[in-house]
C-alpha cells in the first residue's frame, strides 16, 4: 500500500521569507499524482499544487513550487515571500488508485 | 452552487445512533469522495463514486458505514449505531472526472458521538 510521510509536525517562518516542507512516498507505481493541500482552521481544503509523476518539471504556482524528484520518492514544497496568510495545516498527498494524505504539517507564519 | 457543500456543518449524536451527513458536489462533477479526518491527522479515504455507482469502498471500516448517490449528484453518508471512534470531521471531495483529476473539498460536517 501507498504511504505519505510528513515528517515535519511543525514549523515556522518569519513572514517574507521562505520555507520548505518535506513529503516522502513510498509506492510501487510508476504513474500517479502528488497534490499540496492546504487546510486553514475553517477546514476547507485548498489546492496549492499539483504534480503528474510523468512529467520531469517541477510544477509552480506564483509563490508556490515543488522539489520532485521521483527517484528518491521525495515531494516537497517551497513556499516563498511568506505571508501570514499562509498559516495552516499543510497535507501532501499522493493519488494512483485512491488518495492517500500525509499526517500533516503545521506551518505558523510570524509578523 | 460555486463549490462543494455539506451539510450539516456540525452533528452531535448519541452513541447507538444514526446519521446521516450529506454532500452536494460542483454541479457537472462526475467523481465524488468521502473522507474521514481525525484529530490531528490527514484525510482518511473512505470511498469513492463514478456517477451513481461506488467504484471504490474499500475504505468503509466496516459495514455500519453506508454512502449513496442515486442520481449521480448528491451523496448521503450512512452511519447506524455509531460509536465514540466515529467522532471525526467527514469531508466530501469532487472531480471533474475520475482519478488523476483535482479534488476539491467541502467544509467537511463535524461528527461528535457522546
Known amino acids: 500500500a501507498q504511504t505519505v510521510t510528513q515528517s515535519q509536525p511543525e514549523m515556522s517562518v518569519q513572514e517574507a521569507e521562505t520555507v520548505t516542507l518535506s513529503c516522502t512516498y513510498d509506492?510501487?507505481?510508476?504513474?500517479?499524482?502528488l497534490f499540496w493541500y492546504k487546510q486553514p482552521p475553517s477546514r476547507q481544503m485548498i489546492l496549492v499544487i499539483r504534480?503528474?509523476?510523468?512529467?520531469?518539471q517541477n510544477a509552480t504556482e506564483n509563490r508556490f513550487s515543488v522539489n520532485f524528484q521521483k527517484a528518491a520518492k521525495s515531494f516537497s514544497l517551497k513556499i516563498s515571500d511568506s505571508q501570514l496568510g499562509d498559516t495552516a495545516m499543510y497535507f501532501c498527498?499522493?493519488?494512483?488508485?485512491?488518495?492517500?494524505f500525509g499526517a500533516g504539517t503545521r506551518l505558523t507564519v510570524k509578523p | 452552487g460555486a463549490g462543494v457543500s455539506q451539510t450539516p456543518s456540525n452533528k452531535v449524536t448519541e452513541k447507538g445512533k444514526y446519521v446521516e451527513l450529506r454532500c452536494d458536489p460542483i454541479s457537472g462533477h462526475t467523481a465524488l469522495y468521502w473522507y474521514r479526518q481525525s484529530l490531528g491527522q490527514g484525510p482518511e479515504f473512505l470511498i469513492y463514486?463514478?456517477?451513481?455507482?461506488?467504484?471504490?469502498d474499500s475504505g468503509l471500516p466496516n459495514d455500519r458505514f453506508f454512502a449513496v448517490r442515486p442520481e449521480g449528484s448528491v451523496s448521503t453518508l450512512k452511519i447506524q449505531r455509531t460509536e465514540r471512534g466515529d467522532s471525526a470531521v467527514y469531508l466530501c471531495a469532487s472531480s471533474l472526472q475520475g482519478l488523476g483529476e483535482t479534488q476539491y473539498f467541502g467544509p467537511g460536517t463535524r461528527l461528535l458521538v457522546l
Open positions: 509506492t510501487s507505481e510508476s504513474n500517479y499524482y
Open positions: 463514486f463514478q456517477g451513481t455507482g461506488a467504484a471504490d
Open positions: 498527498a499522493f493519488m494512483n488508485n485512491d488518495m492517500r
Open positions: 504534480q503528474e509523476a510523468y512529467k520531469q
